[in-house]
């Protein structure tokens, strides 16, 4: 998932009230601050920072519920901080320090869950439906997705992303294998909806979803066929594209080659190029140095 911080996407509501008005300058205040966090240099200082952006916009969500820029932003700030900050560090530490590795898994899967939660209340501002069905019974929401529109895209991908990320670092994960089948459902709906969103960022998803084992589905044919097509969206400056297919495609597939190749292509994009994912492109970049450290084990 692409760590643009927090996507900016701020609802402006009917009411014209001074407090409604009042609440939705602050809104777009947050969204714009969490927004240039995705053009930073400095991944540490976003780090330390977004997550008082993140605890103020949940502050304003006891007041407005509601809100759907609020949700939105919720939704895909916890999403992108619990990978960026907590899952990926868990990775690099797990070699050093098994008890803080799975800590930080711990909260990685904590974070994921509440960004989910605010992911579907923000789909269910327009399907409530929808949301009651994501909340109680997944299964039941996948006929009532044929409702969503193309203005559903970025709540559908953010849902998909967190609830993807909570399974990929759940402890139980076979006892949650049934849920691959929404997540898959989400991001194939956001896809054929608005296809080129994000510049490919739908289908950098679905290079790690296609990379499932057979058994739920997953196909390296299809994981190949995304991989090509999130590096034409971007015009090959999406180092987490890369990452992903090393990680999806090439390692289960043994192929060393294949891996470092990707792995290097993931080194050698040049962060300026796209400064609005400056940020996405440093974390996988670091995340590509330590996997190439380690391709000696991939046997």
């Known amino acids: 998932m692409?760590?643009?911080?927090?996507?900016?996407?701020v609802a402006t509501a009917a009411a014209c009230s001074p407090a409604t008005l009042g609440m939705n300058r602050m809104a777009a205040a947050l969204s714009a601050t969490a927004e240039a966090y995705g053009k930073d240099d400095d991944p540490e200082f976003v780090r330390t920072g977004a997550p008082a952006t993140l605890k103020m916009v949940e502050m304003m969500l006891d007041s407005q519920p509601s809100h759907a820029g609020l949700l939105l932003t919720a939704c895909n700030?916890?999403?992108?901080?619990?990978?960026?900050?907590?899952?990926?560090?868990?990775?690099?530490?797990?070699?050093?320090?098994?008890?803080?590795?799975?800590?930080?898994?711990?909260?990685?899967?904590?974070?994921?869950?509440?960004?989910?939660?605010?992911?579907?209340?923000?789909?269910?501002?327009?399907?409530?439906?929808?949301?009651?069905?994501?909340?109680?019974?997944p299964a039941r929401a996948l006929p009532l997705l044929a409702s969503t529109s193309r203005a559903d895209v970025p709540a559908l991908f953010w849902t998909g992303a967190a609830w993807a990320g909570e399974l990929s670092v759940a402890t139980n994960q076979l006892l949650r294998v049934g849920e691959v089948a929404i997540v898959r459902a989400l991001?194939?709906?956001?896809?054929?909806?608005d296809e080129g969103w994000g510049d490919g960022t739908i289908h950098e998803a679905m290079?790690?979803?296609?990379?499932?084992?057979?058994?739920v589905g997953g196909s390296p044919v299809r994981a190949r066929e995304h991989f090509d097509r999130a590096v034409a969206l971007a015009g090959g400056q999406s180092a987490f594209a890369y990452v992903t297919f090393a990680t999806s495609v090439a390692a289960p597939a043994r192929d060393r080659a294949e891996y470092e190749k990707a792995l290097k292509q993931a080194l050698a994009v040049d962060v300026s190029k796209r400064p609005q994912i400056r940020l996405a492109n440093l974390i996988a970049q670091r995340r590509a140095r330590h996997l190439l450290a380690k391709a000696g084990t991939l046997r």
């Open 2 to 9: 692409r760590l643009a911080l927090l996507a900016g996407l």
């Open 207 to 215: 290079i790690a979803v296609e990379g499932l084992p057979a058994l």
């Open 77 to 137: 700030g916890f999403t992108q901080y619990a990978y960026a900050f907590l899952q990926v560090e868990s990775e690099i530490v797990a070699g050093s320090n098994a008890l803080e590795s799975a800590a930080l898994r711990d909260r990685a899967g904590r974070m994921y869950s509440r960004a989910r939660r605010y992911c579907v209340r923000e789909l269910g501002t327009r399907h409530a439906a929808l949301r009651d069905a994501l909340e109680r019974e």
């Open 187 to 193: 991001l194939t709906r956001a896809l054929a909806l």
